[in-house]
């Protein structure tokens, strides 16, 4: 009897193991197949990918992945320009300057000043935005757009002499490290915090994303940007951009350049399309990190 149910219990062991094997390889097969029709990126590569993101941002795209990659094709189809990465640890070479740069006030917008100066190629949705801006009985003011090299340096050195080198790099970009020098991006206003309290702040948060704008320093964020808030800083980074901003990356615009920037040559590379935008096919980049030999010169310190 005992014999018996040692017999009977080995049989039923090996029933459960044979019923569950089959399970196990179609979902490692399944990790390796493609998630999406647009790339040949598996999610096991995906995974791979999102890794240094925030936890939340790794959920988000890891349960909608046949999404994400749709927005992601959509940004390839945009020049890559619009989504280099400049900030404190990615440095414009000193001699960088945008083609076609558009006077502002030629082109009957509001202006602080006379010789404010925009990329040529973001002026329909410029003057898109400000357009149903007007219709809304909102004024856009645009107070700095466009800085060389030379005229960042001019901000910067002015700010540590004013407020010293702390509260400068708090607020000011070292010269090579400032998105006005890619020629897309914009501060509204009066350039301070009293801006998030006119008219002017709430609808840019509501419609800017519509036309391809993104603020670049949310509140709070200091840790993740590197800059304080500011509400009147807004940078050009395609609709496509501003829309997988806000579904995948919490809204915030440093994450997703990030993520790009970390995975621009994989996404290219696995893209299926035939419609990659200017840029994304070259391995080159415009910006160095900060700090080696070839960006020395893009960062006065």
């Not at 009977?8 to 029933?15: E, G």
């Not at 466009?146 to 790099?169: I, M, T």
């Not at 993740?224 to 807004?234: K, L, N």
């Amino acid at each position: 009897m005992k014999t018996s149910a040692i017999s009977a219990a080995a049989a039923l062991s090996l029933i459960l193991l044979a019923s569950c094997a089959p399970h196990a390889e179609p979902k490692k097969a399944q990790s390796q197949q493609p998630v999406s029709p647009l790339f040949s990126i598996t999610v096991s590569d995906l995974q791979k990918m999102v890794a240094t993101m925030p936890e939340g941002i790794q959920q988000d795209i890891l349960a909608r992945p046949d999404r994400f990659l749709t927005e992601m094709a959509s940004i390839l189809k945009e020049p890559s320009i619009y989504f280099v990465l400049v900030d404190k640890q990615h440095a414009l070479p000193s001699d960088y300057v945008p083609p076609e740069l558009v006077n502002l006030k030629a082109a009957g917008l509001s202006v602080s000043r006379s010789d404010l100066e925009l990329r040529k190629s973001i002026m329909p949705a410029v003057l898109a935005m400000v357009h149903k801006a007007a219709e809304d009985n909102v004024l856009l003011l645009f107070s700095s757009t466009y800085r060389s090299y030379a005229y960042q340096k001019s901000v910067y050195d002015r700010e540590v002499q004013d407020y010293g080198k702390k509260v400068a790099d708090s607020e000011s970009a070292v010269p090579g490290t400032s998105q006005h020098q890619l020629g897309d991006t914009i501060d509204f206003g009066c350039i301070c915090n009293r801006f998030a309290s006119t008219d002017a702040f709430p609808w840019l948060t509501d419609h800017a994303w519509r036309y391809g704008f993104s603020m670049t320093y949310p509140q709070g964020l200091e840790a993740v940007t590197g800059y304080r808030y500011e509400p009147w800083h807004w940078h050009y980074i395609t609709p496509a951009g501003a829309t997988a901003q806000r579904d995948f990356f919490d809204n915030v615009q440093q994450y997703l350049v990030a993520f790009l920037y970390e995975n621009r040559n994989l996404l290219a590379s696995h893209y299926l399309g035939s419609d990659l935008g200017r840029g994304w096919g070259s391995k080159s980049e415009i910006v160095t990190p900060v700090g080696s030999a070839s960006a020395s010169e893009g960062a006065s310190r």
